[in-house]
């Protein structure tokens, strides 16, 4: 086996513990769910974990010692990332009175948009970052066997376990905002809220060290 089967126990429960806790990915998809209905929210996650492996391959291939070692790339990559959240936060609440009830996509959000914003909140995120650098390493056992394989398992481990948490998200506020959506003044509310919660977390991106 190519990862210590302890290691493996205890980076599994340890990854559980931090994922059922609510950070900026999970209220991201909360977000797209409330806003964009269930197949937005599960789009939103599909980013979200492809922004995650990512930073799994480079940390593979070593390129996150790069990026350590030169923070000013890390943090051009968390700026812009952050200025595109409170963007689209900004657009979100601009145009939520143009919203109409009229169609099943009305005041939604696209997929292809969710998978990429889901992508942007990911890689801008100092918490993946430091998770895959500082973290995860600490379950890689240099004798147990090729590192880069090690870094593959936990990661695809990770994937997985973030996907069904925060695709769980994503599906319920998708069910409960596509009810919810059906009242044009509380959609309204939604489309305020969620944009509101972009900003926060855009403001947020940029403030994290």
């Known amino acids: 086996m190519p990862v210590d089967p302890h290691l493996l126990a205890a980076f599994t ?29 599960l789009l939103a996650t599909l980013g979200v ?7 799994v391959v480079a940390a593979a291939a070593g390129l ?36 109409q009830v009229d169609g099943p996509a ?49 990661g695809a481990v990770l994937i997985v376990l973030e996907f069904l948490a925060d695709g769980a998200v994503g599906v319920l506020a998708g069910r409960i905002g596509s009810w919810l959506r059906d009242r044009q003044a509380v959609r309204r509310r939604i489309d305020a809220a969620t944009g509101s919660l972009f900003i926060g977390l855009g403001v947020r991106l940029a403030a994290e060290r």
């Open 49 to 55: 974990v492809t922004g995650d492996a990512l930073y």
């Open 64 to 99: 996150a010692v790069l990026l350590t070692a030169f923070p000013v790339v890390f943090a051009v990559l968390r700026f812009v990332g952050a200025a595109y959240l409170v963007y689209l936060g900004v657009q979100v609440i601009r145009h939520r009175k143009n919203a």
């Open 13 to 41: 429960v340890i990854t559980i513990v931090a994922l059922v806790t609510p950070g900026p990915d999970m209220l991201f998809v909360l977000g797209c769910g409330m806003r964009g209905g269930t197949r937005a929210g």
């Open 106 to 154: 009305a005041g939604g959000m696209p997929g292809r948009r969710a998978f990429f914003n889901g992508v942007v909140s990911s890689a801008a995120n100092p918490q993946t970052f430091a998770f895959m650098v500082a973290f995860l390493p600490q379950f890689i056992d240099p004798s147990a066997g090729p590192m880069w394989l090690q870094f593959a398992v936990l």
